[in-house]
């Protein structure tokens, strides 16, 4: 059974710092995997998508990396700022488009 | 705007008294999906849908029915809606195929007092 981990479940940083969240599963016959983010009041909103034959995907300050064979993924932020605060969530989908999260990172960027 | 909008946003409602929560999507996407959120569990999927009237169990269905009678609705019903069934409910549809990006609805927050 497919399980998705997400360390540290908490983390707090000062502006303009980089940083990095990380993602692990057990199961490496993934399809893809996902990164959300999760604002209170306004749902999940996808960041990222990485194909299982990628190793990354770019958007903006946001960097994901995948490492199938070892059941890892990290996101990168760059730069963070007070705004990027929430809770991040990564999630592996299989055959059936059923998507399995980790519990989530919550973010919080001090001004 | 493409958009997955559920209603109500906001529901305190009593045991047994029956319930539904909509969603409906304007994106054409034919999956959509039901998933609960709670605190320590993160989120797990209910019911899933692959196209109009083809539904189907995820890994936690009990206590819940769908329907998918046309491809941009999707509503989730709790016919006897007990204590357990508190959570935060998010629907959510995409395209179908293995790389496709999901979008969720703002969710649901259900409380069965």
């Known amino acids: 059974k497919q399980e998705v981990t997400q360390i540290p479940a908490a983390l707090s940083v000062p502006e303009g710092e980089n940083l990095v969240l990380n993602c692990s599963f057990t199961?490496?016959?993934?399809?893809?995997l996902q990164w959300f983010r999760q604002d209170p009041g306004k749902g999940l909103t996808s960041l990222l998508l990485?194909?299982?034959?990628?190793r990354e995907q770019t958007s903006g300050r946001l960097n994901a990396s995948l490492d199938k064979s070892s059941g890892r993924s990290t996101l990168y932020i760059a730069a963070s700022q007070p705004g990027d605060s929430a809770t991040y969530l990564c999630?592996?989908?299989?055959?059936?488009?059923?998507?399995?999260f980790g519990t989530g990172t919550l973010l919080a960027v001090q001004p | 705007e493409a958009q997955v909008t559920q209603n109500p946003r906001y529901l305190i409602t009593v045991t047994g008294k029956k319930l539904t929560v909509t969603c409906s999507q304007n994106?054409?996407?034919?999956?959509m999906s039901w998933y609960r959120q709670d605190p320590g569990l993160g989120l797990r999927q209910i019911y899933y849908?692959?196209?109009?009237?083809?539904?189907d169990k995820g890994d936690v269905p009990e206590g819940y029915k769908v329907s998918r009678k046309e491809k941009r609705n999707f509503p989730l019903i709790l016919e006897s809606p007990s204590p357990n069934q508190t959570s935060l409910y998010f629907c959510?549809?995409?395209?179908?195929?293995?790389?496709?990006?999901?979008?969720f609805g703002q969710g649901t927050r259900l409380t069965v007092v």
């Open positions: 990485i194909q299982s034959s990628q």
């Open positions: 959510a549809s995409s395209l179908p195929g293995v790389n496709t990006e999901a979008f």
């Open positions: 994106m054409n996407h034919e999956y």
């Open positions: 849908s692959m196209n109009v009237e083809v539904t």
């Open positions: 199961d490496s016959a993934i399809y893809n």
């Open positions: 999630a592996v989908s299989g055959a059936t488009n059923k998507l399995i």
